[in-house]
């Protein structure tokens, strides 16, 4: 099992992302994709999951409205997009993939983390 | 959920060892009978990794010198023998509701 994510990103303010992580050595669509925000001031936020199965998607409260999380089974790839960054977006993202030992309908912890994403915000 | 962590940081001399407490606001066990707690270690320069998931089951490849005990709001990650490895930041998060939620992180130095 692998999730790669997409490299490193310098984003001005305002300005829109996509952020990927493909995921290889299982079956994509059967397994909960989450994403995790780190900064050094918050540590870790859960910001969101989905099924790629039916693209079933649970968003924090804190990022609803901020962010859209997306999958292309096609490519086996989820993504994390904002369509106007601000500089309190700066952070490491991680995706990390559910093991599948809830089921469908119950995600409960992540057995395997792509390596980051940073993302820089700033004018 | 509010997770709570203690003590914040720890130094342990190898050989020894440790104990990290997690505290939730509110009881994490479901009506299946599971507790949705979970410990992850994030290793310097390293992405997070899963340590216990359900309040007490090792995770594939981490040593048996890992243990996670606790029910309801209070858990407790231990470490018997504390190994050089072992170091970095813990983390307890709880899955019962979303949103999922980390506690602060409790940073495992060697004395």
């Known amino acids: 099992v692998q999730l790669v994510q997409s490299g490193a990103e310098v984003k001005k303010p305002g300005e829109s992302l996509k952020i990927s992580c493909k995921g290889s050595?299982?079956?994509?669509?059967?397994?909960?994709i989450g994403w995790v925000r780190q900064t050094p001031a918050k540590g870790l936020e859960w910001m969101g999951i989905?099924?790629?199965?039916?693209?079933?998607?649970r968003c924090s409260p804190s990022f609803q409205g901020q962010i859209t999380i997306s999958v292309d089974k096609s490519v086996s790839t989820a993504y994390l997009h904002w369509s106007s960054l601000k500089a309190s977006d700066t952070a490491i993202y991680y995706c990390?993939?559910?093991?599948?030992?809830?089921?469908?309908?119950?995600?409960?912890?992540?057995?395997?983390w792509g390596q980051g994403t940073l993302v820089s915000v700033s004018s | 959920i509010v997770m709570t962590q203690s003590p914040l940081s720890l130094a342990v001399t190898p050989g020894e060892p440790a104990s990290i407490s997690c505290r939730s606001s509110q009881s994490l066990l479901h009506i299946n009978g599971k507790t949705y707690l979970d410990w992850y270690l994030q290793k310097p320069g390293q992405s997070p990794h899963l340590v216990i998931s359900?309040?007490?089951n090792r995770a594939s490849g981490v040593p048996d010198r890992f243990s996670g005990s606790g029910s309801g709001t209070d858990f407790t990650l231990k470490i018997s023998r504390v190994e050089a490895e072992d170091v970095g930041i813990y983390y307890c998060?709880?899955?019962?509701?979303?949103?999922?939620?980390f506690g602060q992180g409790t940073k495992v130095e060697i004395k």
């Open positions: 998060m709880q899955a019962l509701q979303i949103p999922w939620t």
């Open positions: 989905i099924y790629p199965g039916d693209s079933d998607t």
């Open positions: 050595g299982y079956t994509f669509t059967g397994y909960w």
């Open positions: 359900l309040g007490s």
């Open positions: 990390a993939r559910d093991d599948g030992s809830g089921g469908r309908y119950a995600p409960s912890h992540f057995d395997y």
